[in-house]
């Protein structure tokens, strides 16, 4: 069977890119099979995609290493991936609609990812967790506690080897030291359409300002609160008829949907840093 990998690179826009990737590939014996690239013209930037098959020997270290040349050539950030789905560890609190969708689409092979582990500072979606076969972590979080707390959960994602954390309705702002250890792996989910309605009860705040769309982003997580990289954004259209009751369940599908997402296209390498932006290739 053909071996899959994936090669993911920015750089500075110039001539000759494609036809580089496109020759070293070729040497390798390896077929092209998705291809997709963005020119971030005002920045002068370069992003790339590119899924290929190869029947050699051949793993991601020895590609890793044979690109170097070209990749120094044009001064490239690039990685290999092979197709092993990444390992999950999902963090939740007492709301269950996100981890629910999660299992769902794990469980039927459109993730992306490996479901590994779900932690939480209360019990209560624990039957959740074990009906879907995921160890259930209990780690309690209290002022006084969160220091222990956070090191074991940055041990949970040790011990669980997990390439991504998931924050889907983790009720905890993490400190500023998690958000370092987790940079560029740990995906978040917030109960609007950021920017706005921040805080408690954003649904209620929808309500009282009349929105007329309710929408979740999912992000990556860093210090700055809710101010992460955007990978996803989904929007239902609603009207003056919707009470708060009904605006949160419409906003819980609306999370549902740009988490997944989200944690998808991180999955399968679809998301490239562009400084405080994200480049998707979804």
């Given at each position: ?12 826009d ?16 390896c ?7 963005f ?16 029947t050699?020997?051949?793993?991601v270290?020895t ?14 950030e ?40 779900a ?5 209560d979606?624990?039957p ?16 006084d506690?969160?220091?222990e ?36 792996r ?30 979740a ?31 949160a ?26 400084g ?7």
């Amino acid at each position: 069977m053909p071996n899959t990998f994936t090669l993911t690179l920015r750089c500075i826009d110039r001539p000759g890119i494609i036809r580089a990737v496109s020759a070293f590939l070729f040497q390798h014996n390896c077929d092209i099979t998705e291809h997709k690239q963005f020119d971030d013209n005002p920045n002068s930037a370069f992003f790339l995609r590119t899924s290929f098959v190869s029947t050699d020997d051949i793993d991601v270290q020895t590609l890793t290493e044979s690109f170097a040349e070209t990749a120094t050539s044009f001064g490239m950030e690039y990685e290999f991936h092979n197709s092993d789905a990444p390992r999950v560890l999902v963090m939740v609190s007492r709301m269950g609609h996100c981890l629910n969708d999660l299992i769902f689409r794990w469980r039927s092979g459109a993730l992306g990812g490996e479901l590994v582990a779900a932690v939480s500072n209360h019990p209560d979606l624990r039957p959740m967790a074990e009906a879907a076969g995921l160890p259930f972590i209990h780690v309690p979080v209290t002022r006084d506690t969160k220091t222990e707390a956070e090191a074991e959960l940055l041990r949970l994602v040790d011990e669980y080897r997990a390439d991504l954390v998931v924050l889907a309705r983790y009720m905890q702002v993490l400190s500023d030291d998690v958000c370092k250890a987790l940079y560029g792996r740990a995906i978040n989910i917030h109960h609007s359409f950021l920017p706005g309605f921040k805080g408690g009860k954003p649904y209620h705040q929808a309500y009282n300002r009349g929105v007329k769309l309710v929408g979740a982003t999912a992000h990556y997580v860093t210090s700055d609160l809710d101010e992460g990289p955007i990978i996803e954004q989904e929007v239902i259209r609603i009207d003056h008829s919707y009470a708060p009751v009904r605006l949160a369940t419409v906003g819980q599908d609306a999370e549902a949907l740009a988490l997944s997402r989200a944690v998808r296209w991180h999955c399968e390498h679809r998301v490239l840093f562009d400084g405080q932006r994200t480049v998707v290739f979804n």
